[in-house]
T-cell receptor, first 116, second 114 residues
Framework: ETGVTQSPTHLIKTRGQQVTLRCSSQ?????VSWYQQALGQGPQFIFQ???????GRGNFPPRFSGLQFPNYSSELNVNALELDDSALYLC???????????????FGQGTRLTVV | AQSVSQHNHHVILSEAASLELGCNYS??????LFWYVQYPGQHLQLLLK??????LVKGIKGFEAEFIKSKFSFNLRKPSVQWSDTAEYFC????????????FGGGTRLMVKP
């Protein structure tokens, strides 16, 4: 167990709908990153939150947005769902110190989103 | 932007065979390198990591990897695989200017036959 929990584990949505995925980071970690893993591919970086602010973003459109809360848990929101958004969404937590050095990332089990 | 290539998409081995999985990255600066494993139905787990120092890194479960800077490679090895090593293996790179963003390769699915 990594101490990183994600909910829900599975979700089915209809094209055009909106979805919110949740992540509780490991105790003591202040950084959360979200990844999308399409079937048969490696995870792709969506964005990262550090102390409640977005701290880096991958090549994903603005309809992918997020939040980080004071307890360092996080949400990933996706608006106007498309069929290609069907994937496993992974959350990873880590800790960043002064100067930006990070500890290794610990991953949750993911949320499998199916868009029909 | 950095990228990571894993050349072997599927590997099938018999138990006790030796394993080497290739990983090449493209980035000219300082990198941190990782190998993650994903067992069926489980979360990504860190096998080993390289930040600096000895380029030969030993990880959990008998795995090791060698960083060859001149070849931009970080190949994963294990002298003798077990059936329980059946999983998907991902190489990942973190560039020195990218916070903790990981760029993953496409993964190698390993099947070990008993």
């Amino acid at each position: 167990e990594t101490g990183v929990t994600q909910s829900p584990t599975h979700l089915i949505k209809t094209r055009g709908q909106q979805v919110t995925l949740r992540c509780s980071s490991q105790s003591g970690h202040n950084t959360v990153s979200w990844y999308q893993q399409a079937l048969g591919q490696g995870p792709q970086f969506i964005f990262q939150y550090y102390r409640e602010e977005e701290n880096g973003r991958g090549n994903f459109p603005p309809r992918f947005s997020g939040l980080q809360f004071p307890n360092y848990s996080s949400e990933l929101n996706v608006n106007a769902l498309e069929l290609d958004d069907s994937a496993l969404y992974l959350c990873a937590s880590s800790s960043a110190g002064r100067g930006g050095a990070h500890t290794e990332a610990f991953f949750g089990q993911g949320t499998r989103l199916t868009v029909v | 932007a950095q990228s990571v290539s894993q050349h072997n998409h599927h590997v099938i081995l018999s138990e006790a065979a030796s394993l080497e999985l290739g990983c090449n990255y493209s980035y000219g600066g300082t990198v941190n390198l990782f190998w993650y494993v994903q067992y069926p139905g489980q979360h990504l787990q860190l096998l080993l990591k390289y930040f600096s120092g000895d380029p030969l890194v030993k990880g959990i479960k008998g795995f090791e990897a060698e960083f060859i800077k001149s070849k931009f490679s970080f190949n994963l090895r294990k002298p003798s695989v077990q059936w329980s090593d059946t999983a998907e293996y991902f190489c990942a790179v973190n560039a020195d200017n990218a916070g903790n963003m990981l760029t993953f390769g496409g993964g190698t699915r390993l099947m070990v036959k008993p």
